[in-house]
Every structure is written in structure tokens, then in C-alpha cells.
């Protein structure tokens, strides 16, 4: 049977010598988690998310036309999507295949009122996001409204959330005029999942997309994307089971950083700092083997961009000219 956080929290303790370090204990069970989540991509922690292609609701960089290039919102807790992880059908059943692109290669791309076709790239600003406020509130399934939260501080409509309670892929956001003192109010009402009171949530400034070429159709889009997991809620005494499955590699993790806190020399031992790439042996060895690769063929695909029938490959025909 899996342990929770609280357990996981008390064995690192006690490995670590400083069992009454909780509210430590706590923080540092977090801090692994995020860094496992930041640093490595594992299958586990993926969302799917789902949208339409629709007109801009803000003009494409200088250009002040608003075209379907975007920005489109992801969710709040987007991290990142793997090139074969993002299609479009703009006919019902077949999916079309959209290449990531650095956004310095999308501002370099014709932009034209009137100029829409199937997209051909994907990329994404994750500059706009960050992280405003964890706190935890009560939920009720299917309402929107999250109320009894420990402070609403610093948060603006417009900003999403994510969290125990919230569906993944979610793109609910705060509605206008809906932050009080104890809550607020989601714009997608259907997002929050569950009911009950001390729900984990984290508000952010969303992440946003852009296509190129403009979508000529309101097509829809889906993206398997690595998103950035909620933080535990009093990790010290919660009996939530961590999304990494790993267990023993997540106690000496936690173990480790609590070791560098009591400035102890094991911490070399468990956090890896002493070995080569700075990853102990044991999770050099999980990595080998973390999605599982093994029961299937891999193949070794060309960058798209450069190969293939893409229409976007042909030499441009017209010449254009500023004055």
C-alpha cells in the first residue's frame, strides 16, 4: 500500500535524525515533487487538454490585427508538450500534426489580415506565467465558487487555477467582480470536481499559445502537455498519496534536502551531489526504465520543418518590398 504524504514525511525524518523538523518536512516533500515534475518527463504527470481554434481576442505582436494565430489560453498549470503531442482536426477523425516552434521563429512568420489555412506551428509563451497564491478553500462539485480560503491577496480576475479539486487540462479562470474576502468565482463551473472543505489551490497567471498559419476554421485542438503539480496542503499531516510513484526514490529525496538543513554530510549521499550529472544511483537507474519504453519499437523521425510534403517548405513565389 502506497504511503502518504505524512508518512513520507515522518520516514525522511527519522533517516534524516531531525524527526521534529514537520513543518521542514513538509516543505522539503513539496520542493521534491516539484523538482522531480521540472526536471524529468514522466508519463505520470501528463493532462490532456482540449480546445478550439477561434479569432484573437489581442493583436498578433506589432500587427494590429487580431488573427486566429492567437493567443489562445492553456492551463495554468501548462509546463510544457513534446513535438507529436499537439493535433488539430480540421476534419472530423483525422488529425493533423502541429510542429513546435521557438516563438522567435513564430515572430518571423508572414502575418497577413485575411492570410488563414491549416496551422502548421505550434508555440507557446510561458513567460506570462507564474504562480500568485497557494492556499486551500472549499469546493463543491460542478459550482465554480470556492469559498472559506485562507486570503484571496494578490489575486486579479482573469488568473487560473489548479489544484486537488480542479480538472486537469482546466482553463477556468477568476470571473470579474467575484473575488471577497473568503472566495472566488470560476468561469467554467464544470472544472471544479470534487466537494469538500481544505482543497489544495494554486493560482496563476495562464500560459498562451499561438499557431501559424492563422486557422482558417474554428478546428478543434488537442494537447497532451507536462503539467506542474499542485503542492500538498500540510504535507506533515495530509493523507494524500503523491503523484510520484516511486516512493523510495521521494523519501531519500526528502530525506536528502532535510539533511542539508541540519547540515548533515549524508545529504551528498541521497541528493547526488557528489556523483556524476549530480543523480544518485538510484535515480539513475529509474530513469532507464521510469515510462517504460521497452515493449515496443521506437522510431527516429525528421524535423518536419525541413522534410516531408509541407506545403510551408516551398520557396516563396512573390517578392515583397517596404518603403
Known amino acids: 500500500m502506497p504511503l502518504n504524504a505524512a508518512q513520507i514525511c515522518q520516514l525522511a525524518g527519522n533517516r534524516a535524525k531531525v524527526p521534529g523538523f514537520a513543518a521542514d518536512q513538509g516543505a522539503c516533500l513539496n520542493l521534491a515533487l516539484q523538482w522531480f515534475a521540472q526536471r524529468y518527463d514522466f508519463e505520470v504527470n501528463k493532462a490532456p487538454f482540449n480546445f ?3 479569432g484573437a481576442t489581442a493583436p498578433i505582436g506589432n500587427l494590429q ?41 513564430f515572430d518571423h512568420q508572414w502575418q497577413q489580415a485575411g492570410f488563414q489555412n491549416y496551422p502548421v506551428f505550434w508555440a507557446t509563451d510561458t513567460s506570462l506565467r507564474r504562480d500568485v497564491l497557494t492556499t486551500t478553500g472549499s469546493t463543491t462539485a460542478g459550482s465554480g465558487v470556492i469559498v472559506n480560503m485562507l486570503t484571496t491577496a494578490g489575486l486579479t480576475a482573469g488568473m487560473g487555477v489548479y489544484g486537488d479539486a480542479i480538472k486537469l487540462g482546466s482553463v477556468a479562470q477568476i470571473v470579474a467582480g467575484s473575488i471577497t474576502a473568503t472566495g472566488v468565482t470560476l468561469s467554467v463551473p464544470g472544472d471544479v470536481l470534487s466537494t469538500g472543505p481544505g482543497a489544495s489551490l494554486t493560482f496563476a497567471v495562464n500560459p498562451i499559445a499561438y499557431v501559424w498559419p492563422p486557422a482558417g476554421g474554428a478546428y478543434p ?11 500538498i496542503a500540510n504535507p506533515a499531516s495530509s493523507t494524500a498519496i503523491p503523484w510520484f510513484a516511486f516512493q523510495d526514490t521521494l ?35 529509474l530513469l532507464q526504465m521510469k515510462d517504460d519504453y521497452n515493449n515496443r519499437a521506437r522510431t527516429v523521425s525528421l524535423d518536419r520543418r525541413r522534410f516531408g510534403p509541407g506545403w510551408s517548405n516551398l520557396p516563396k513565389s512573390k517578392a515583397t518590398f517596404g518603403f
Do not use: W
Open 52 to 54: 478550439n481554434f477561434t
Open 65 to 105: 490585427a487580431q488573427l486566429a494565430s492567437g493567443p489562445f489560453t492553456l492551463p495554468a498549470d501548462y509546463l510544457r508538450a513534446k513535438r507529436g503531442d499537439i493535433q488539430f482536426y480540421p476534419v472530423a477523425g483525422y488529425p493533423f500534426q502541429l510542429t513546435p516552434i521557438d516563438l522567435n521563429e
Open 221 to 231: 485542438c488537442f494537447v497532451r502537455y507536462y503539467r506542474i503539480p499542485p503542492d
Open 251 to 285: 523519501v531519500d529525496a526528502v530525506t536528502g534536502r532535510l539533511m542539508h538543513e541540519s547540515d548533515d554530510a549524508r545529504a551528498m549521499q541521497f541528493l547526488g551531489e557528489g556523483a556524476p550529472n549530480s543523480v544518485p544511483t538510484q535515480m539513475r537507474s
